[in-house]
Nanobody, 125 residues
Framework: QVQLAESGGGLVQAGGSLKLSCAASGRIFSMYTMGWFRQAPGKEREFVAAFSRNGGFTYHADSVKGRFTISRDNAKNTQYLQMNSLKPEDTAVYYC??????????????????WGQGTQVTVSS
């Protein structure tokens, strides 16, 4: 059973930074594509960033490209999301996810099987 646990959310002013962590149970990085999604109130869950299954490639949504960076520490079974230059529109619950999407499906939340409980990020203007 895959278990994911996010941490690191909080309240930050616009222009500030936060680093989210996602601790995974076991060595799952080689088995699953690992991603970050976010969901704001009244909106659909939105793709933020992901690692390919072999960890060779990273993908970032256009809305966060240049500001957010996904990374991971294989020895700690933990992936991260470094968020810089935060904007009020980045306010959302951020989720870590694991799944086996193929190709362009990497951005689809429905292609991920396992989810963490989420961590709230609030950016004040």
């Amino acid at each position: 059973q895959v278990q994911l646990a996010e941490s690191g959310g909080g309240l930050v002013q616009a222009g500030g930074s936060l680093k989210l962590s996602c601790a995974a149970s076991g060595r799952i990085f080689s088995m699953y594509t690992m991603g970050w999604f976010r969901q704001a109130p009244g909106k659909e869950r939105e793709f933020v960033a992901a690692f390919s299954r072999n960890g060779g490639f990273t993908y970032h949504a256009d809305s966060v490209k240049g500001r957010f960076t996904i990374s991971r520490d294989n020895a700690k079974n933990t992936q991260y999301l470094q968020m810089n230059s935060l904007k009020p529109e980045d306010t959302a619950v951020y989720y870590c996810a694991a799944g086996q999407p193929t190709g362009r499906e990497i951005v689809k939340a429905t292609e991920y099987d396992y989810w963490g409980q989420g961590t709230q990020v609030t950016v004040s203007s």
